[in-house]
């Protein structure tokens, strides 16, 4: 296909010239107003009003509704642009370039253009040296707002300060470390670094460098514990972090009857009873539920009952501790201990004696009942136990056969 008949199937081109976008606001409205004022020039009277649609300048001018009400609106803030709608139910416009306002425009441009001509001058000398005068920004530049051609963001430069260090009260880099180790532990402790205390801790730092308060750094000067002067006393705690015992074994006997381990039961609850919101609705639950019981016990009692019923949660407790557990655990079985072992800290003789004891002691065990271990089968923990011991000592002369202990053929 030639060239010719291709760009005839393309249409009449639209008249645009590129300079007049500095003057319009953009691309878009400098071929809206240039295609306006061919259409004005075609008519008797210049001054008289373009009558025409949406359609209309779409197909003259490629551009689509959307981006001519943009150019409508640069043109009119320019004051280049007239426009009225003789039906607001159909497409019809009235347009009007202003075409003193354009005049004015256009001397302004080439006013400044001049102005920003680089003028060239030579010595009389031999060596033609070149003078070169530099552009001069005009007074009332104006910047581009046409969306569809916008200017391109400029890089945003960061200072950065060489061998920076954090100021704030410290007196000392020493001082600022032990701070920082002591906000690590804390936050380690808490659980507050989620996996990173040390990010934490910065963040702590920088913003006490920066002019804000920190409790954290007020209880480290004072010589007081991270946190301790921060611990709220709530309506359900006797003391901070510590909640009524009653209240704590209700919770936890609810996480019990729900099928949790024992373990898994505390811990949850100790988290809902450190939660302020859930914490709260959880005790106004619970004075109902005292309230209520109290009721009944009165009730109860003015019915002659002399000990009303009360829940286990509210029958006291002796508190479990390390030393109350140990005590236990070692009267019914000494080598069961929560004690570290002591192993490393005896002498060499020592082990030797306590191994000789230890042989001492296997060799004289006596062989228990073919009935009592029997009976001692009958849990799966039992039976695994029972297996271990025949194992460990074949001179008691006992065996298991299809499930049953029975004395051991020598020959």
Known sequence: MKIGIFLGNLGNPAIYYPKLAKITGGVTASIFLCQLL????????????????????????G?????????????QGRSLLKAKSTNPNTDTLELSADIDAFEEKINQLLTHNLTD???????KNNNHQVEIIAETTPANHEVKTDKYFGQPRQQIAVAVTPNYRFSGPWNSQ?????FQRALEAYAQERNLGFGNPSGWAFKIIDSITKGLASTFWDEFIAGI????????????????????????EERIQYYAHKGEPLEAAVSKARADLRNPVLGKDLWEGFLRKCDRLADDALKAKNLGVQTPYMPPSFTEKPQFTKES??????????QISLTPSTANTLSPRTLEQQESKEKESDSVVEAPSIESLQKACKTPM?????????????EWGYEIVDGEIVESIPF
């Open 117 to 123: 001509i680089i003028t060239q001058t030579i010595p």
């Open 63 to 75: 551009l689509n509704r959307e981006e001519q009400e943009l150019a409508i609106r640069l043109l």
């Open 382 to 394: 039992g039976r695994s136990i029972v297996e271990k011991q025949i194992t460990e000592h074949p």
């Open 325 to 334: 557990v140990m005590k236990k655990l070692e009267a019914i079985a000494p």
């Open 174 to 178: 020493e001082q600022l470390h032990n």
């Open 225 to 248: 514990p991270l946190g301790e002067s921060q611990k709220v006393k709530r309506d359900w705690e006797i003391a901070p972090e510590v909640p009524y015992p009653a209240f704590e």
């Open 38 to 61: 061919q259409w004005q020039s075609q008519l008797g009277n210049s001054e008289n009003w373009v009558q025409t649609t949406t359609a209309e300048i779409e197909k003259a001018t």
